[in-house]
């Protein structure tokens, strides 16, 4: 897979980020503000904890019923009349899409919120192919004006403050400078309306696809998204392979825990179910709808029974808005679509480990995200997992089905974890090492690189807690002696 | 954490792991946490043979060397003594991360029963021991950092506060987002310095805000994070694990 994102290490991106005043300000308010929404949406944490085991069987039970959901899903959506396409690769996908546009003659093309979109790249290669694509989400939109990439899954504009949106809006559109919000967001509006009228095709995403009625369910806010689904005459709904539920039951938790996670709202003002194209008698809706189902390296997470747990995201941004390193860095730096933790488990199996290799490692495993996941992904968990695959560290995983696996494997740094574990493994080897190093406790420099370019260098104590005990025990075996030897 | 954990009877003996950090760096934690428990009557067994619970090397995806170094430690416990560590993050290894590393390895059951016997110190001071704290320090205002394993792995948040509030002297106060990480997490620290640097120098920020004389916590990395980042800072609180600072102040004359 192509992605254009990234265009130098992750290092250096870190550094640019980190030390950019606007950046951490714009973040750091967004997500404390996110993370409080969430907390008072979840006024019992027995009812969050009951839903979260609820939400998580139900997609554990989907994804273990995967193939035959799909086929479900296919066969109920061709009944009621949309058009159902497979594609195992993002460019496969963007082809497929530009078929129907060509055969339709389309020229422009307006879009709802899609991360599978933004993962394969859609408006790159339809504008390459001379078709116009205009995102109509707010954030979006703003993201589009000013040619970068979403910096969050849910809010794609979060890294910008209304100062910034205005400048943009005033450069590119010629609106006021205003931090008026309301009158931000109306003007956008104004302009989006006129090209939805125009809009040969609405492209949309998928929240959750109902096999067994065949339904799309679509989350959002503005009415972007009903307007996408129903202006133009033709739809296209884009999504993962992984995001099939198996009934309607299935939707109500899955779409509250969502929605409270997410922006801590109980219900978003619209939700989309999509069954159908405009029936014969129906004033409104479009005359075609498809669905494209991406693979993209998914079916080879679904191989492993661990990494599974992956493809149970809901995409609520919550393990973002709760993750320490996400708050300081922001979501361009890592340098991928899916930022945070769950793009740190998800991007190394689409975009192969041996690219995203610097992501596993870069999170203190404090836990937080998987505490907030609405599905249980065990985040962590999976970190740690792909850390050893990152540095092939267990024989335990030899067929593993990650690509790019090993590709840390290098240097010095496996002989060093060699000798760590000789030294560790005898206690014996132990004691005369660390013996050894409290001698020249002097000589530790105090220039641990890394370490003290913001801290102390730590102090080796004078005795170790093995010595201490040992002399402890040894006065108490030669005073007991005594005491013996006294009667 | 809505689970509710049941906890043993006082026991008579237990066994008592260092932990590496605490071993070279922090030996008066351990020696006090040692103490701590033996003023409540129990015996204090310490392995000669421990070294390290092979966390460094877990987390850093060396997961065959991390099971050497593990599998030489299950061998310390014979008896079936309960296990104390006065660390958070290497009780989770053990206790969280033993049965897994082990699955299908012949160590299998003898990783899950030693998994089962661990404590963290603070838990099994408040828990097991309900241990009774007379105060004789000077009045003092302190923050408490809880170590993310702790928090989340063991789910120990509520601990080492319920602890410091049995202290007649001393006030604890909150700084903001006080279950935020210190940015610490091993080598973390050191893979990815620019990151965890912004993260410890919030939580000294943090910290310092709330004026407090000293910062207490019950793991020895945020500690080592923590103070040597304030140190760095030139602030003016010190960094003490709870274990000592419970022990000095219970013995002060
Ligand atoms: S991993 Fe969990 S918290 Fe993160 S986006 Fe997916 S569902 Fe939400």
Known sequence: MSHNQVVQEFHPRVHEAITNPQIRANFRKAMDGLMDKRQLAFPSDDELQRTRELAAAIRLRALSKLPELLEKLEANLTANGVKVHWAETGDEACKIILDICNEKNAKSVIKGKSMVSEEMELNHYLEEHGIEALESDLGEYIVQLAEETPSHIIMPAIHKNTDQISDLMHEKTGTNKSRDVEYLTAEARQQLRERFEKADVGVSGVNFAVAETGTLCLVENEGNGRLTTTVPPVHIAVTGIEKVVENLEDVAPLLSLLTRSATGQHITTYFNMISSPRKEGELDGPEEVHLVLVDSGRSNIYQDDELLDTLRCIRCGACMNHCPVYTRIGGHAYGYTYPGPIGKILMPHLAGLDDAKDLPSASSLCGACGEVCPVKIPIPKLLVRLREESVAGDHNHDNSVVKGRGAKRKGMEPLIWKGWAKMHKHGGLYRTGTGLATVFRGLVPSNLGAWTNCRTAPKLAKTTLHQQMKARSQNNAASQKKDGGDQ | ?253
């Open chain 2, 1 to 253: 954490m809505s689970t509710i954990k049941l906890y043993p009877p006082k026991p008579e003996k237990v066994y008592f792991f260092g932990t590496c950090l605490v071993d070279l760096f922090y030996p008066d934690a351990g020696m006090a946490g040692i103490q701590l428990l033996e003023r409540e009557g129990i015996e204090v067994i310490f392995p000669q043979d421990q070294t390290c619970c092979g966390q460094p090397a877990y987390t850093s995806g060396y997961h065959d060397q991390a099971r050497e170094v593990a599998a030489a430690q299950l061998k310390l416990f014979p008896e079936d003594y309960l296990i104390v560590l006065p660390s958070g993050s290497c009780a989770g290894m053990m206790r969280e991360h033993y049965p897994e590393l082990f699955a299908g390895q012949p160590e299998e059951e003898l990783a899950k029963n030693v998994a089962s016997r661990v404590y963290e110190l603070t838990e099994f001071l408040l828990h097991v021991c309900h241990i009774q704290l007379e105060d004789k320090g000077e009045p003092i205002k302190v923050a408490m950092h809880t170590s993310c394993s702790a928090r989340r792995e063991m789910g120990l948040g509520e601990v080492g506060p319920a602890l410091l509030n049995k202290m007649a002297n001393v006030e604890l106060v909150e700084q903001a987002r006080v279950k935020e990480c210190c940015g610490f997490g091993g080598a973390f620290s050191v893979r990815h310095p620019e990151i965890s640097e912004a993260m410890v120098t919030d939580k000294v920020e943090a910290i310092d805000a709330t004026g407090a004389d000293a910062m207490i916590t019950s793991d020895c990395g945020c500690m080592m994070n923590i103070t040597g980042a304030a140190e760095h800072m030139n602030k003016d609180f010190n960094g003490e694990h709870i274990a000592s600072f419970l022990w000095r102040r219970c013995n002060e004359s």
